[in-house]
């Protein structure tokens, strides 16, 4: 019943930006939307989190200052605006919808998107 397309992806330049976007369709009841990404061999890890209601933001440390969490309620549409990207920034991102638990944690959420690839380059 709820669908996460998540598009923006693409490849650039160090120091470049990425918008990415994440169209939730259904019967969204979340209480906030995360951003997570997975690089090869890594483990998913947090980006970033934005709730509905008051729009409260949290970052992950290694993208605070650089990236920007943003959603338009009318749309179910949650953003992520990457700036200054480094390389260590790549991986493939995906959003999810959160619900009562821990934002920075994946068990915090229920659904998530397919994912959109990111290449950052030297």
């Known amino acids: 019943q709820v669908q996460l397309v998540e598009s923006g992806g693409g490849s650039v330049q160090a120091g470049g930006s990425l918008r990415l976007s994440c169209q939730a369709s259904?019967?969204?009841?979340?209480?906030?939307m995360g951003w997570f990404r997975q690089a090869p061999g890594k483990e998913r890890e947090f980006v970033a989190v934005?709730?509905?209601?008051?729009?409260?933001?949290y970052y992950a440390d290694s993208v605070k200052g650089r990236f920007t969490i943003s959603r338009d309620n009318a749309k179910n549409t949650v953003y992520l605006q990457m700036n200054s990207l480094k390389p260590e920034d790549t991986a493939v991102y995906y959003c999810?919808?959160?619900?009562?638990?821990?934002?920075?944690?994946?068990?915090?959420?229920?659904?998530w998107g397919q994912g959109t690839q990111a290449t950052v380059s030297s």
């Open positions: 934005i709730t509905w209601s008051g729009g409260s933001t």
């Open positions: 259904g019967l969204i009841f979340s209480s906030y």
């Open positions: 999810a919808t959160g619900y009562e638990g821990t934002y920075y944690d994946t068990s915090g959420y229920k659904y």
